[in-house]
């Protein structure tokens, strides 16, 4: 029978046995590496469980505990029923108990670690929003620290959780995410207290749910963007969470399409394949080929980074192909960066991977020129590719006019450690030609 929700997981408490709760945890990790999943499990885990704390594990613990003990239900582990927990409740009710931090934060996928810092957590909530974004990035809804615990929540609160999903795409655009990191986690955690500690309809709580995955997802991306991968992992997840309990295939397409993109960088080519392959599962039933494109490019790239050079091609083909239907009314609004010049800008970093540096090149050049010099992130970040693939090349002097372009935008305009990243290794590739005028000029400018 299940525990309630005051009382200690008895039967969860039997199973461990004679094991201790870090050794049971690393049961638990084990268990889920066995199926192909990932859970961020440790001693603190397990005691939240044991304690009734935890009423309902999220998906993926659930599948690893059924993993480990077949045959048993979530009654017979002791928990609750999930709709008990998180299921969706009528009009009225003053919650539909949402996704919380601590349910959500299981779902990081670094399998060795402890769960995410609370020191960590707090510096990146608490940051010092940038006077050109604090008002939207702040959500223009009530605060609800100062707010009674029934506080109603609207097609206000909704509106302004999805402006300031726009707000932090479009000013990544143009200037890159360094200087949006912080405050846009603020934004993050008012969305998810709207949702814990609000009172809504349900098809607001959908509408929230909605918003506040994205938001997690661009949240992700700035972090992705600014080098810190492993928060940006843990952001990922929470809006692959945040999908699955909402039954929300877009969100999950979405959410899997960065992880996809953050295991290529991060040298996870494995990874990054099985991630695309998930997105695209999801996106089939969305009808958008724009999206299905994009994801095939994310696929090529996981099988680049694994030398899979038949498999990369048959990715790229299919991408171009379904990019060459065009737009519809079905493609999601985030993907709104998507077009000519990104397609030739991946394309071109899949023909690095797999060290076709002249194909990539072209590719890069192409990119270049397509993109809009209205959005300056994005023409530097294809010019930093455009150099890496010149100076690995063995075209130093071009590579160096390319490079000197980009730093040009870098600093005034664009401020992105990603990119800056990229014309390090640029810069490596170059040191050789030094003596010459214009590699030493662009070496001397980055102060390599």
Do not use: K
Request: glycine share 10%.
């Amino acid at each position: 029978m299940a525990s309630s929700p005051s009382s200690p997981n008895a039967a969860f408490r039997q199973l461990r046995g004679g094991l201790s709760p870090r050794e049971f945890a690393a049961a638990v990790r084990r268990a889920a590496r066995e199926i192909g999943e990932q859970v961020s499990c440790d001693a603190r885990y397990i005691g939240r469980v044991e304690s009734g704390e935890i009423r309902c594990p999220n998906y993926a613990y659930e599948r690893v505990f059924r993993h480990m003990f077949p045959g048993y239900s979530l009654g017979d582990l002791g928990f609750e029923p999930r709709e008990a927990v998180r299921g969706r409740r009528g009009a009225s009710s003053a919650s539909s108990a949402p996704l919380t931090y601590q349910t959500y934060q299981s779902y990081q996928t670094d399998d060795t670690t402890h769960e995410e810092s609370d020191v960590l957590r707090r510096a990146f909530m608490t940051g010092g929003p940038a006077a050109a974004v604090a008002t939207t990035l702040a959500l223009g809804a009530p605060t609800l620290a100062q707010a009674p615990p029934a506080h109603r929540v609207g097609r206000t609160e909704v509106r302004a959780v999805e402006e300031a999903v726009r707000t932090i795409r479009l000013h990544d655009d143009r200037y890159g995410a360094d200087g949006l990191y912080q405050q846009a986690g603020q934004s993050l955690r008012t969305a998810y207290r709207l949702l814990d500690e609000g009172s809504y309809s349900q098809s607001v709580a959908d509408d929230l749910q909605a918003g506040a995955g994205e938001l997690a997802i661009s949240v992700g991306w700035l972090a992705h963007d600014s080098g810190r991968f492993a928060d940006a992992r843990s952001y990922y997840a929470e809006a692959l969470a945040t999908a699955r309990m909402a039954g929300d295939p877009a969100l999950e397409a979405h959410a899997f399409c960065n992880a996809a993109f953050l295991a290529r960088d991060a040298g996870r080519p494995r990874e990054a394949v099985r991630a695309a392959q998930a997105a695209q599962q999801a996106a089939r039933r969305l009808g958008s080929p724009r999206l299905l494109s994009l994801l095939a490019l994310r696929e090529a790239g996981g099988r680049a980074g694994l030398g899979d050079r038949t498999g990369c091609e048959r990715a790229l083909i299919r991408a171009q192909s379904l990019f060459g239907r065009g737009a519809t009314d079905a493609d999601p609004e985030w993907m709104s960066f998507f077009g000519e010049a990104e397609l030739a800008g991946l394309e071109a970093q899949s023909w690095a991977a797999l060290g076709d540096h002249r194909r990539a090149a072209e590719q890069a050049r192409r990119a270049v020129g397509l993109q809009d010099p209205h959005f300056a992130r994005n023409t530097a970040l294809y010019g930093a590719e455009l150099t890496g693939d010149l100076a690995a090349a063995g075209r130093p002097d071009e590579a160096a006019a390319a490079g000197s372009r980009v730093l040009d935008l870098l600093g005034s305009r664009v401020h992105s450690t990603r990119i800056r990243s990229m014309l390090d290794g640029a810069a490596r590739a170059m040191r050789p030609y030094r003596r010459e005028a214009g590699v030493a000029d662009f070496l001397r400018r980055g102060q390599w």
